[in-house]
Nanobody
Framework: QVQLVESGGGLAQAGGSLRLSCVAS????????MAWYRQAPGKEREWVAT???????HYAGFVKGRFTISRDNAKNTVYLQMNSLKPEDTAVYYC??????????WGQGTLVTVSV
């Protein structure tokens, strides 16, 4: 089993920054692709960014140039650096394992609120 725990959410002003972390514990050796998703109030959950074990990244268009996904395999941690935050970035942010034995494993989420 693998468990994911996100942290780093909170309140930020528009134009500000936050860094989210997602720590994986358990049988982490089989994890390849990690992703961040978000769910705004009243909206469906949407994909934000992905990173694989080689460091290849992909981003949704609405965060490209503002958010950066990275990982530290030694610490079993994935990060999401969020800069130039906008009120529309307000959401609960989740990390998720993609593919492999633990495909579909989600963390509990961390709330990000961006004020005008």
């Amino acid at each position: 089993q693998v468990q994911l725990v996100e942290s780093g959410g909170g309140l930020a002003q528009a134009g500000g920054s936050l860094r989210l972390s997602c720590v994986a514990s358990g049988s982490t050796f089989s994890i390849n692709i990690m992703a961040w998703y978000r769910q705004a109030p009243g909206k469906e959950r949407e994909w934000v960014a992905t990173i694989n074990n080689s460091g290849t990244t992909h981003y949704a268009g609405f965060v490209k140039g503002r958010f950066t996904i990275s990982r530290d395999n030694a610490k079993n941690t994935v990060y999401l650096q969020m800069n130039s935050l906008k009120p529309e970035d307000t959401a609960v942010y989740y990390c998720r394992i993609l593919g492999g034995r633990y495909d579909g494993t989600w963390g509990q989420g961390t709330l990000v609120t961006v004020s005008v």
